[in-house]
């Protein structure tokens, strides 16, 4: 499953109020995927969404070769809310499906692929994100 939201700034204005509302409210409702997905929405082909904090991003819209070698993990998404310029078909993955989005990492600001299963959207591919 993945997210999407309609432009940067509200995306990062969404992060900010959640981030606030963990960090200072020890007693605040944990956020859960159905919350976090109706936060997610796309704006000019793009997705913002919720996504799995700690989520692998894969140089490749898959985890191996044909061959089991692994594909190279490039980065990571640290924040649980997270810009995604399009998607692509690649391997299938716990998600039920074989929709994975591009992004770029918290780490190191590289491009590479998150399987939507570590995307909180309410299907795949969401509506309105733009095929890579």
């Known amino acids: 499953m993945g997210f999407r939201k309609t432009s940067a700034l509200a995306a990062a204005g969404a992060v900010a109020v959640l981030a606030a509302g963990t960090a200072t409210t020890a007693s605040a409702a944990p956020m859960t995927s159905d ?11 793009n997705l913002y969404c919720g996504n799995r904090v700690n989520a692998a991003i894969y140089k490749s819209p898959r985890y191996d070769t044909a061959s089991g070698n692994p594909i190279e993990i490039v980065d990571t ?10 998607y692509t078909i690649g391997q299938p993955h716990g998600g039920g499906n074989s929709i994975w989005y591009r992004t770029y990492g918290d780490d190191v600001g590289a491009w590479g692929y998150v399987p939507a299963v570590d995307v909180w959207t309410p299907q795949d591919p969401f509506p309105g994100v733009n095929f890579c």
């Open 35 to 45: 919350t976090v997905a109706a936060t997610c929405h796309a704006s000019s082909g």
């Open 77 to 86: 998404l640290r924040s649980g809310f997270s810009y995604f310029k399009c």
